[in-house]
């Protein structure tokens, strides 16, 4: 059997699908010594070098996938590295096996909101859960300035043009509080960039707190502490499983380190030793 390569990555927890494909893109991945193309597909017991580190292709495994539930603070960032130094949510997290692929999130946080995030080890998850047609809903609780009447509430539901397209909620309700205090709840079934932020303020109202309180299924809890993470209870984590469709999906090639054999050369052959000189 064979199986896209970009695919097989994924679901292995070496990055999410866009990244896969950059790293083939940017000639980072090998099978069998060869740079692949987009597109290019691999077998079983392919030999398989991406971005230095080697893995072998491996018949289909049924393997629980690993979910952590984080309570992101304020001042981190969600990428992986960034340019100015400031903390990310990954240096928070537990580290991975060697070998076994790496944290992967859904979706991101700006750096001033704060809330649920959750990661996966199963790309294939991750980008099911993330990708738009699957309408999973996010809940927030946002604390606004600004006069909210009940046709700034209307507005916010039958939708508004952003820069980026139509956004709106799905719901809002009133989260209690009084004056610049006063909160609400919304909900979405999207994650486009700063878009909870970006709604409020084309109505005219300011953000002062952000805080994701749902992703589906999964909330955030009272006794989780900002900077803390745990793993989902299974109950949580089969019921993301099953919203993304991971019931009914098919199990797929999987990968495996191969660190203790060197791949081939590029176009086939063992590496060559170089001779020994001779002593005079």
């Known amino acids: ?6 695919k097989v990555l994924a679901r292995a927890g070496l990055g999410s699908r866009r990244a896969v494909e950059r790293w083939i893109t940017e000639r980072q991945v090998r099978v069998n010594g060869n740079v692949v193309e987009p597109g290019a597909a691999v077998d079983l017991d392919d030999r398989v070098t991406v971005r230095g580190r080697r893995y072998r292709v491996v018949a289909p495994q049924r393997r629980a996938p690993r979910w952590l539930r984080y309570h992101k603070p304020e001042g981190q960032v969600t990428t992986r590295h960034d340019p100015e130094g400031r903390p990310t949510v990954f240096e928070a997290l537990p580290r991975m096996p060697a070998g076994a692929g790496r944290w992967i999130s859904l979706g991101r ?11 996966t080890d199963d790309g294939d998850l991750a980008h099911a859960l993330t990708h738009p047609s699957t309408q999973v809903e996010r809940e927030y609780a946002v604390r606004v300035r600004g006069s909210v009447t009940p046709e700034t509430l209307e507005r916010l539901t039958a939708g508004i ?21 006063h909160w609400y709840h919304v909900i979405l ?4 960039r700063n878009e909870v932020r970006r709604i409020w303020e084309a109505v005219g109202c300011q953000v ?3 805080t994701r309180i749902r992703f589906g299924p999964v909330t955030l809890p009272r006794h989780l502490r900002a900077g803390r993470f745990e ?12 919203l993304a469709g991971g019931a009914q999906r098919a199990e797929g090639l999987g990968l495996e380190p191969d660190a203790g054999r060197k791949g081939p050369r590029p176009g086939g052959g063992r ?10």
């Open 271 to 280: 590496p060559r030793t170089p001779p020994r000189k001779r002593r005079r």
């Open 1 to 6: 059997m064979s199986e896209r390569i970009h």
């Open 231 to 242: 793993d989902l209870p299974p109950a949580e984590a089969d019921a993301l499983t099953r």
């Open 109 to 119: 946080l700006d750096v001033n909101t704060t809330g649920l995030m959750l990661f």
């Open 208 to 210: 002062a707190r952000l």
């Open 189 to 192: 079934h999207e994650g486009r």
């Open 161 to 181: 043009l952003l820069d980026d397209g139509e956004a709106r909620f799905d719901r809002v309700t009133d989260g209690g509080g009084q004056g610049a205090n």
